[in-house]
Each structure stands twice: as structure tokens, then as C-alpha cells.
């Protein structure tokens, strides 16, 4: 158990982090499923493509990662030479989880044409296992690139291999996980709450089931989503994604109503990211004081793992030859 308990009455939090922050010459990152006060106090927030760019680029000597393990061990794999903690070591995902390395290997050694596009919600040995990892905000300019006769594995999340799919017309292996958070909206329930704001648009998530993802007047990442939100015509929006994401909204247009979409019986928790959760102040002071929990990466497994998220990085800003996008 990661979890770290100590009695932590009479001490300022924030101010202690703010101390150590400094002292420790460290950035903290937060990815917009952050409760909202780990947000307020994030040097940067942002989705997992513009989190990875800032861990690379960033000259503080710790990266005190507010996300989840898979987003840790990216801003390790590209950073190597920062100390990463991560607030609770415990923080996966429900699509990592699915897909384990040994039967990875297995589906890919069974497709040997195929080239496997992997969204970057998976484990670093996954990540060495693929060819190029794309996250929601870069996989379909980072598609578009592959010619159109490569057979493609994606994994792990059916659901945003299954829009891109249609998307693009292209059929794709899919490796069949889902994110808990996305599969648990109910298109009953939305459908109700648009009955009730028939004036307001659906921004959703492509981790969403299509079910969900039809009834979408945008679907995008978490960075998309929020700039949807930014200028959208109306005053309402109904958001199919982790709910903490409206704090963001609610401090860029405070004048506009932002819905998260509902679940099951139209007033569960279930869209909180649980592992997403598991991160708080207090732990996120903890591990600035100790330097622990640490994300470690044996170097091999790294290196094998940056080709194919270096290949996302190249490939999310720009275009490559035709040739260099051959079959493992
Ligand atoms: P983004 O790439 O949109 O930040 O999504 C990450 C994620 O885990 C969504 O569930
Ligand atoms: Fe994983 Fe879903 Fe949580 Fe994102 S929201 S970290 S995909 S479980």
C-alpha cells in the first residue's frame, strides 16, 4: 500500500507546498480530472499530450505529478534525469489495467502486419511493445499520417478506437478495454437532461461508448472539450467527461452553466475518476517533503518505450515520410 498516513493537524498544507515547491525546485503538473484545489495550485494543468510536452521540457529538478501512474512514467521515460513523484502510487487506470504486457505481446505476435497505435492510457511495457502512442487530442492528426493500406492494432480503449474508426473509415484490430469513468454515462439519463435543456450542445469525450458519443455536437480531449466550452454559442453545455474538468469552465466563463453528463441513476458519482481521486493536498505535500512516491524505470524498458512516444511527439506537430511508418 502506498498510501502514506500521518497526523498532519496544524500544518498549512498549501503554504508548506508552496515552501517546498520552491526549496525543491519542482513543477507541479495536473491533468484536468484534478480536484479543484489541487488544480488552483498546479504550475500547469492540461491533457496528457500538453502534460507530456511540459515534463520534457521542463528545467525544475522535480516533476510532482498530479495524473495518474501511466502519466508519471511518461514524464519518466521522456525526462529521465527529474525525480517524478506521483501523490499515490496507487493512482492506475481502468484501460492500463486492461491490458496486460504478456498478452499484448501475444495480439501483436499473432498480426505481424499490423502496426499497433497505442493510446497512451497503458503501461510503459506496452508502450515498448507499440509502434506510435497517440492521446485523444493528437490521434487523429497522428492517423491521418499512416498510410491508408497499414494495418492497424489499437489498444486499449475500443471506444476511442472505435470513433476514430468510423471517423476515418478505416478498420482497425481493437483491443477491447474501456475507461470505467466514460462507460459509465447513461444515455438514458442524458437523454432526459437534454429533454430538459433542449438548447444545450453535448461535449464529450472519445473514451465515451458511441451510444453516448451520438448524441455529441463535439467530441474531443480534455483540452478540446474545454475549448469547446470556451466558444460555444448559448449559455449551457452538458460535458460527457470527468466532471472536474467544469472547475476549469467555471473559472474561464463564469457566466455560463456547465452540466456533467449523468450516470446510471442520473445522480451517481460514478463519472469521478476513482483513480484520479485517490491524488490529494496532502499527499501531494508528502511526497514534495520525503521525494516519495518515486516513479522508477529501468533504462532498457525506457528507451524501448520513448521510440514510440517520440514518434507521437514528431508526429502530433508535424508529417512523416511514408516509409517510416512500416510494421514491426
Ligand atoms: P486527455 O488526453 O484528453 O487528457 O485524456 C486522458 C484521460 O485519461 C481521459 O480519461
Ligand atoms: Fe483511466 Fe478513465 Fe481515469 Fe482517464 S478517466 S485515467 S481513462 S480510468
Redesign the pocket.
Known amino acids: 500500500m502506498t498510501v502514506q498516513t500521518e497526523n498532519l493537524a496544524g500544518i498549512d498544507i498549501r503554504a508548506e507546498i508552496e515552501r517546498l515547491r520552491k526549496e525543491r525546485n519542482a513543477v507541479i503538473l495536473a491533468h484536468y ?1 484534478q480536484k479543484p484545489e489541487i488544480q488552483d495550485l498546479a504550475d500547469y494543468i492540461g491533457d496528457s499530450l500538453e502534460l507530456s510536452k511540459k515534463a520534457a521540457a521542463t528545467d525544475a529538478d522535480v516533476i510532482a505529478f498530479c495524473g ?1 501512474k501511466f502519466m508519471a512514467e511518461t514524464a519518466k521515460i521522456l525526462a529521465p534525469e527529474k525525480t517524478v513523484i506521483l501523490p499515490d502510487l496507487d493512482a492506475g ?3 492500463e489495467d486492461s491490458c496486460p504486457p504478456e498478452k499484448f505481446a501475444q495480439f501483436r505476435a499473432a498480426h505481424p502486419d499490423h502496426i499497433a497505435l497505442t493510446y497512451i ?1 497503458c503501461s510503459t511495457e506496452v508502450k515498448a511493445l507499440s509502434d506510435i502512442i497517440v492521446t485523444s487530442s493528437s490521434a487523429e492528426t497522428i492517423l491521418a499520417q499512416i498510410p491508408k493500406d497499414q494495418k492497424i492494432i489499437f489498444g486499449p480503449d475500443r471506444h476511442l478506437g472505435g470513433y476514430l474508426s468510423r471517423k476515418f473509415g478505416r478498420e482497425m484490430l481493437l483491443w477491447p478495454g474501456v ?4 462507460e459509465a454515462f447513461s444515455e438514458t439519463e442524458l437523454l432526459k437532461l437534454k429533454a430538459q435543456h433542449p438548447a444545450a450542445p453535448v461535449a464529450a469525450h472519445p ?1 465515451c461508448p458511441p451510444h453516448i458519443i451520438d448524441h455529441a455536437d463535439y467530441v474531443g480531449s480534455t483540452s478540446g472539450i474545454l475549448n469547446y466550452a470556451k466558444s460555444f454559442e448559448g449559455d449551457t453545455l452538458i460535458v460527457a467527461t ?1 466532471p472536474h474538468i467544469i472547475h476549469q469552465m467555471q473559472l474561464a466563463i463564469p457566466d455560463k452553466t456547465f452540466i456533467g453528463a449523468p450516470g446510471a441513476d442520473g445522480q451517481c458519482a460514478c463519472n469521478i ?1 476513482p ?2 481521486a485517490l491524488n490529494t493536498l496532502e499527499k501531494l505535500y508528502l511526497a514534495l517533503r520525503d521525494l516519495k512516491p518515486q516513479v522508477h524505470i529501468e533504462e532498457g524498458l525506457r528507451l524501448q518505450a520513448k521510440k514510440s512516444l517520440d514518434r507521437m511527439l514528431e508526429m502530433a506537430g508535424g508529417t512523416v515520410g511514408k516509409g517510416d511508418l512500416g510494421a514491426r
Open positions: 480530472y495518474v487506470c481502468s484501460l492510457n475507461c470505467i469513468v466514460h473514451e470527468e475518476c483513480y484520479m
